[in-house]
């Protein structure tokens, strides 16, 4: 993929050299769990909700806004401050401040980039495979499983009836589409966006975690 300029800055320097995989998945789909295997077998740091954190301090934002505002297309509900009401009367418009969602995910791409210039990581959303693009030892993966096993997984792990998990698994994944498109500028979860895709209804939890720890090995030609 060409390494076009994008708002979140310049892609990852392409003689970077700590790996990173990066785990983009559907709702229900065991994405985040293959993620931690996939981190113990390599011995190398894990992320996902820390870099909310890191990203929200970065951003001078209090966590809990920081949440609201996380893997969410970007949306007028989220401005910071309103748009200049009387502007089209002719009267001096108000600054519009950066959208809280568009704020967030400036700072979630810098620490991003931080953290593979400086260690081995699995980074699971929060569009780190676009981010990243050029970096020369990432590995792009995407979890998804059939219906039954997310509905299956989401009463096991989650606590939830199937009729909640199933409007669930639809809201957020919209949501996390919506995010990545507005942001990546392709398709989320399309074969064209990564590297691997794996089902994690076929292989598992485990399975999934040994093909992706096994890929990684696998240089570029």
Not at 70 to 84: F, I, K
Not at 212 to 220: E, F, K, L, Y
Request: proline residues 5%; glycine residues 10%.
């Amino acid at each position: 993929m060409e390494n076009a300029p994008h708002p979140s800055g310049e892609p990852a320097p392409a003689s970077a050299a700590h790996r990173v995989i990066t785990i983009g998945r559907q709702y229900g789909s065991g994405g985040r769990e293959i993620g931690r295997r996939v981190a113990a077998a390599l011995g190398c740091a894990f992320y996902d909700s820390e870099l909310l954190t890191l990203a929200a301090q970065r951003a001078g934002l209090h966590p809990d806004v920081a949440a609201k505002a996380e893997e969410r297309p970007t949306n007028g509900l989220l401005y910071t401050a309103p748009l200049g009401i009387g502007a089209a009367r002719g009267a001096a418009a108000v600054p519009v401040q950066q959208p809280l969602t568009e704020r967030l995910f400036f700072a979630q791409s810098a620490v991003i980039r931080q953290l593979a210039e400086t260690e081995d990581c699995v980074i699971i959303g929060r569009c780190a495979d676009y981010v990243l693009r050029g970096h020369e030892n990432l590995l792009s993966v995407f979890v998804y499983a059939d219906p039954e096993t997310r509905l299956d997984r989401c009463e096991r792990y989650y606590g939830i009836d199937r009729a909640t998990a199933h409007a669930r698994i639809r809201q957020i994944d919209k949501r996390r589409a919506g995010y990545y498109t507005c942001f990546a500028d392709q398709p989320w979860g399309s074969a064209e966006s990564y590297d691997l895709l794996l089902d994690c209804g076929r292989f598992g939890v485990d399975g999934c975690a040994d093909i992706i720890v096994r890929a990684s090995g696998i240089a570029r030609p």
